[in-house]
């Protein structure tokens, strides 16, 4: 993809002007993973338009960034997520399938990054004392360049609830209920996720049982992840 070579470049030219001291539209956010974490929480709040690559990405990861990210939409923040499928596990893709299908799509996009109200761009940096940074970039060409990859990858994106295409029977907001149970969130989380009460979520999930002929919801899990194709783990 001549678009993520470009962007590639651009960021290498800026990370060197920074480990050099060199001028250059371009500041640290955070420094280590809790740092960064912070320090994207703490901006959040301010963003008004996200245009968000990931590549990788642990359940355990998305159990926290999920919500936040739906706490953040709730409050006017018009926000697509990008992810880059094939560097994900199943149970991740699973996830991503529960949430909002305008929100959350697959890609080819390896390298991640947030551009931010369409006037700089997130990057990682260079290592500082063998941390990991993020860099926060307003270079007229480095943010050209990750408009052309953002471009790039929105072109061939698709919903995220595609993982869960083979439960076509089911409906969109069951398929919704279902992906996120099968990734341990509970009736609590589910409704506040999808933004309907826990007796609407637990009759969802009855439905689903009783179209499996599933006589709990662990049958009914070890069921429908055969019918996604996700082998067990360690299968």
């Known amino acids: 993809m001549d678009a993520l070579a470009r962007l590639q470049v651009e960021r290498s030219r800026v990370v060197s002007a920074m480990e050099r001291g060199q001028r250059v539209a371009a500041r640290f956010l955070g420094r280590g993973a809790q740092d960064v974490n912070v320090a994207m929480v703490k901006a959040a709040g301010s963003w008004r338009v996200l245009d968000s690559i ?3 990405g642990t359940v355990e990861q998305l159990s926290v960034s999920l919500p936040n990210n739906a706490y953040h939409m709730k409050a006017g923040l018009r926000m697509t997520s990008v992810w880059h499928r094939s560097g994900l596990d199943p149970d991740v893709r699973l996830m991503l399938a529960g949430e909002d299908p305008s929100a959350y799509f697959f890609s080819y996009a390896p390298l991640p990054m947030k551009i931010i109200d369409r006037r700089s761009v997130l990057l990682e940096g260079p290592r500082v004392a063998g941390e990991m940074t993020v860099i926060d970039v307003e270079d007229p060409a480095c943010l050209a360049a990750a408009r052309g990859y953002w471009d790039a990858a929105v072109s061939g994106m698709y919903p995220c609830d595609a993982e869960t295409a083979a439960l076509a029977d089911l409906t969109v907001r069951q398929r919704r209920v279902i992906a996120l149970m099968l990734t341990s969130s509970s009736d609590d989380d589910i409704s506040r996720r999808l933004g309907v009460s826990v007796r609407t979520v637990r009759t969802e999930i009855a439905v689903v049982l009783s179209m499996l002929d599933a006589p709990n919801r ?12 996700i082998r067990p783990a360690g299968g």
């Open 218 to 229: 662990f049958v009914a899990g070890v069921r429908l992840r055969e019918r996604l194709g």
């Open 54 to 56: 990931r590549s990788s």
